[in-house]
């Protein structure tokens, strides 16, 4: 049975060290769920090799893999690229449940696992994973948006000094030299600090 329209087809790797569990959650989450389950591994190093080398939305792995922790090769991965995480945890791991979701992972289960409880899981981490992403870009905008003023402003009173302008002037000036020379407000204003010869 395919999601609804509302919800996204994602793109999973599987890494999870027992064969059946792999094969129900794979099926789960194609069939049931509408997903597409890009591809599988089943020891840390085979994680951040097939992670590295597949375009993923989200990956499905065990805490606890051969020769490599799922978390270390989370780690390894997310240096270079990121997705987002559901971690298969054991018992045992409850009492660091909160460390793993602060850490690397946006949504942890216990096993024994229900098949069925993954597409859920998925779907929550996915929007996790989606809004954190939207929140580091509209904090990185808002960033450049303020820098770019304060370099607006700095030009400005650079040109009211050296022109003897009005700041009103400055800026309609500016203006104009970045429509005429089809730049940006806050790249002509760049030019101009670093020295560059500019006709305003």
């Not at 599988?40 to 590295?52: D, I, S």
């Not at 216990?110 to 779907?123: R, T, Y």
């Not at 203006?175 to 010869?197: C, F």
Request: proline letters at 6%.
């Amino acid at each position: 049975m395919p999601l609804p329209a509302s919800h996204p087809s994602l793109k999973i790797v599987l890494v999870v060290t027992d064969p059946e569990l792999s094969r129900q959650a794979r099926e789960t989450l194609e069939q049931r769920f509408g997903h597409h389950v890009v591809a599988e591994a089943n020891t840390g190093p085979a994680m951040t090799r097939t992670l590295q080398s597949v375009a993923a939305d989200v990956v499905v792995f065990d805490i606890h893999l051969p020769h490599m922790t799922g978390l270390e090769a989370i780690r390894q991965v997310r240096l270079q690229r990121s997705l987002a995480a559901v971690a298969l945890a054991d018992s045992r791991d409850l009492d660091h449940a909160h460390e793993l979701l602060a850490e690397q992972v946006e949504t942890c289960l216990i096993k024994p696992l229900e098949p069925h409880n993954l597409g859920p899981a998925v779907l929550t981490a996915w929007h996790r994973f989606s809004e954190a992403r939207r929140l580091r870009e509209e904090n990185a905008s808002l960033r450049q948006s303020l820098q770019n003023r304060k370099i607006v402003e700095r030009t400005k009173g650079v040109l009211m000094k050296r022109h003897h302008w009005s700041e009103a002037e400055a800026y309609r000036r500016l203006q104009r030299g970045a429509m005429n020379q089809q730049k940006s407000l806050p790249d002509l204003a760049q030019a101009i600090l670093n020295g560059a010869p500019v006709d305003l």
